[in-house]
């Protein structure tokens, strides 16, 4: 059974760092593309980038190519997404969503973090 | 890359079938035939509807189809049921890994 859990909420001011994580469980990680997504409050699903767990490979979107960095972490099966230079509208869901072999697919999601950026 | 478009919302008696649009370019939907469709309750994660334009993945009702016209992506819901009412995304490939969400379109039930 495919579970991803993801890491807790966080509070961060203008400026800093964000790091999220997101372990999964119940299929071999290296096999299949992971994506994280987010959505600011009320607002519409955002396509951030996805990462190759077997060889550790991204895409980003290019709004967030300056400053995002997707990153795994084999021996966990856990992958890692940082957004930095934080500013007021990160304020959002942040969602990991594993991948089915197919382009698109994406029918595991985690449960979302919740990311606050405030002064 | 700008969002995908689709109508704000759109409604339906139960028993009735919609459909909703989502138009993007010839350099997206157009050119590729990697259109997935999410459902989202609010508070939740989306859930997988539909992906590779037609496909439904196991656990899917029958009830939801998708579909492709040049630039434009569709799904539509037959026999509407009270549990659709949700907001539905699409979202397309756009080439070198990476995609792109629609703008979202929340469904009611009269």
């Known amino acids: 059974q495919v579970h991803l859990v993801q890491s807790g909420a966080e509070v961060k001011k203008p400026g800093a760092s964000v790091k999220i994580s997101c372990k999964a469980s119940?299929?071999?990680?290296?096999?299949?593309?992971m994506h994280w997504v987010r959505q600011a409050p009320g607002q519409r699903l955002e396509w951030m980038g996805q990462i190759k767990p077997a060889n550790d490979r991204g895409n980003y979107a290019h709004k967030f190519q300056d400053r995002v960095t997707m990153t795994r972490d084999t021996s966990t099966s856990t992958i890692y997404m940082e957004l930095s230079s934080l500013t007021p509208g990160d304020t959002a869901v942040y969602y990991c969503?594993?991948?089915?072999?197919?382009?698109?697919?994406?029918?595991?999601w985690g449960q979302g973090t919740l990311v606050t950026v405030s002064s | 890359q700008s969002a995908l478009t689709q109508p704000a919302s759109v409604s339906g008696s139960p028993g009735q079938s919609i459909t909703i649009s989502c138009t993007g370019s010839r350099n997206d939907v157009g050119y590729y035939n990697h259109v997935s469709w999410f459902q989202q309750h609010p508070g939740r994660a989306p859930k997988l509807m539909i992906y590779?334009?037609?496909k439904r993945p196991s656990g899917t009702s029958n009830r939801f189809s998708g579909s492709k016209s040049e630039n434009t992506a569709s799904l539509t819901i037959s026999g509407l049921q009270s549990e659709d009412e949700a907001d539905y995304y699409c979202?397309?490939?756009?080439?070198?890994?990476?995609?792109?969400f629609g703008t979202g379109t929340t469904v009611t039930v009269l």
């Open positions: 979202c397309s490939y756009i080439g070198s890994g990476a995609y792109v």
């Open positions: 590779e334009v037609t």
């Open positions: 119940g299929y071999t990680f290296t096999s299949l593309h």
């Open positions: 969503a594993r991948d089915g072999g197919n382009y698109g697919d994406s029918e595991y």
